[in-house]
């Protein structure tokens, strides 16, 4: 059996607490490695030795810290395809789809090559009488990531890069179900230039995520995860006096207004919710039409495009619209969520629970489900599936539709699909939620602008990658400067202000 340790101090390290877990593959049920869950020992040695590492890393000049990235970005290339066969047979998204994955997280590395640049700090001249006054943005020291499933290649990225940058060391957690992806990352950072110590990969489960959360070297931590874990991380981590965002689960409504082309809406939502099998925090699970026969248009033609959809294992190629959900555990829950579905009364318009793989029996596939007549009560509208299926709310009017996402709990993505300029500004205008589409199913930012969810989605007041990754892995220091003639004028006792 394939075993799976750490990356410690730019080498691969067996894992010494003699626990392990199971790393499946989801096409076939079948266990492929198991990857071993740190002691707080073990979190501890790499922690130390990143701390040793980073003050030299820091000293580099930004412009050097960069070509590390622009390396990184051409290995990332290079070796794309393995990247993507791994991600997937981990994962059990399709190829494409693992590559997008890996292309959204070298996008934020291409961005991070403008550390230089967003490094810079502010000055001002003259502030007072022979005083310069400025501002520079310094790195933590070590800080940490603890990552989900659903992204192993692009989360981690999101938050490496940015943090590694800007002259921080980084431990990386990411999510036991998918290890091997991030261990790649870090051994081509490595050959990209990276001294050792300054990338760690330590995996592990809870014991690992409390070890860095008491950890009294770790100055911040970046969490991507479900809510409940979101809330703990940030609640504990904080209370140790750490920086910490935490961004969450999602249920993101799509909203189609009578007026909208229903070719392209039902396009979209044939993408943003069944692709991945859903599993993606910027999913759409909520599509609400306004108006009746808008519904009923709606449902006359989303109905037979989910029947058809392909699903298979990433190993079909590019035959394949999704595939399995990732673990056992998952697979029963969205069963478990569509059969509550359909017992509080929603109509089962598709149903994919019988969906079975030919050759394929053990794996965790599900067809994809569409509800219809779904109400604000049912749990399959309250909680996030987080698999292929789609719940129509229908709305008599915008009021109504846009009342509904704005009570959800989540925040994290919502789209109208209109053409009506005034009904799109006016939605994007009061809706209360991180990342908001205009014809746009999944309006996911891109490595430049920043990335995150409000309410139950987020936590902390700073965004993923952007402008704010850099001022999440950063803190100012501001200097006022004055060089006397050497004449002492003695001392003075009031607060200096500038009147
Ligand atoms: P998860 O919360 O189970 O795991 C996330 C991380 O937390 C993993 O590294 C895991 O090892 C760790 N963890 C799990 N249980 C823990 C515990 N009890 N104590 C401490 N740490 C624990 O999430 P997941 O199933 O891997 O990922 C899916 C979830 O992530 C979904 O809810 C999805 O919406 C969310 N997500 C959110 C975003 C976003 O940016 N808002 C992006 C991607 C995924």
């Not at 869950?37 to 922690?47: D, F, G, H, Q, Y």
């Not at 081509?188 to 014991?207: F, Q, R, S, T, Y």
């Not at 911040?220 to 979101?230: D, E, K, L, N, R």
Request: net charge neutral; with cysteine; aromatic share 8%.
């Amino acid at each position: 059996m394939k075993k799976i340790g750490h990356f410690i101090g730019g080498k691969h390290v067996e894992g010494t607490s003699g626990r392990f877990a199971d790393v499946y593959n989801p096409a076939t049920g079948e266990v492929q490695a198991q990857v071993a869950l740190a002691t707080r020992a073990e979190m501890r040695a790499a922690v130390e030795n990143a701390a040793a590492a980073q003050p030299a890393w820091a000293a580099q000049n930004p412009q050097k810290r960069a070509r590390v990235l622009m390396k990184f970005v051409d290995l990332l290339h290079r070796d794309m395809d393995k990247l993507a066969e791994a991600l997937s047979r981990e994962h059990g998204k399709t190829i494409p789809d693992a590559k997008g994955d890996v292309i959204r997280g070298l996008e934020v590395a291409e961005f991070c090559i403008g550390v230089p640049h967003l490094m810079k700090g502010e000055f001002t001249e003259g502030a007072g009488p022979g005083i310069d006054m400025y501002s520079m943005r310094q790195p933590l020291g070590v800080v940490a990531g603890i990552t989900p499933f659903n992204f192993p290649a692009m989360i981690p990225m999101w938050k490496f890069c940015p943090a590694i940058a800007a002259g921080n060391a980084f431990i990386l957690k990411p999510s036991e179900r998918d290890p091997s992806v991030p261990m790649m990352l870090a051994e081509l950072m490595l050959e990209a230039g990276l001294p050792a110590g300054i990338l760690n990969v330590v995996n592990g489960d809870k014991d690992s995520v409390d070890a860095i959360l008491d950890d009294e070297t770790i100055q911040a931590v970046g969490f991507v995860g479900s809510t409940a874990i979101a809330q703990y991380v940030y609640s504990r981590g904080c209370a140790a006096g750490k920086r910490v965002q935490c961004f969450g689960g999602a249920k993101n409504h799509m909203i189609i207004m009578p007026d909208a082309d229903m070719d392209q809406a039902v396009d979209a939502l044939i993408g943003a919710g069944y692709g991945a099998a859903g599993e993606r925090c910027m999913a759409i699970s909520v599509a609400v039409p306004v108006g009746e026969d808008t519904a009923n248009r709606l449902i006359e033609k989303l109905a037979p495009r989910v029947e058809a959809l392909k699903i298979g294992p990433y190993t079909a190629g590019n035959d394949v619209d999704f595939g399995p959900l990732v673990t056992k555990d998952a697979y029963t829950r969205v069963k478990g969520l569509v059969d509550k579905g359909v017992e509080q009364g929603a109509k089962l318009v598709v149903d994919g629970r019988n969906f079975k793989m030919q050759g394929y029996e053990n794996g965790y596939f599900i067809g994809g489900c569409l509800f219809d007549n779904v109400t604000k009560e049912m749990d399959i509208y309250k909680t996030e599936i987080f698999g292929p299926v789609l719940s129509v709310v229908r709305a008599k009017t915008y009021e109504e539709a846009i009342d509904l996402p704005m009570s959800h709990e989540y925040g994290n993505g919502a789209a109208i699909f209109t053409r009506d300029g005034d009904a799109a500004r006016d939605f994007s205008t009061r809706i209360n939620i991180g990342m908001v589409g205009i014809n746009v199913p999944i309006p996911v930012p891109l490595a430049y602008h920043t990335f995150g969810g409000w309410k139950k989605s987020g936590f902390g007041d700073l965004n993923q990658h952007g402008p704010d990754a850099f001022k999440f892995y950063t803190r100012t220091k501001t200097v006022t400067s004055r060089w006397p003639s050497g004449i002492k004028n003695g001392a003075e006792f009031v607060i200096p202000t500038m009147r």
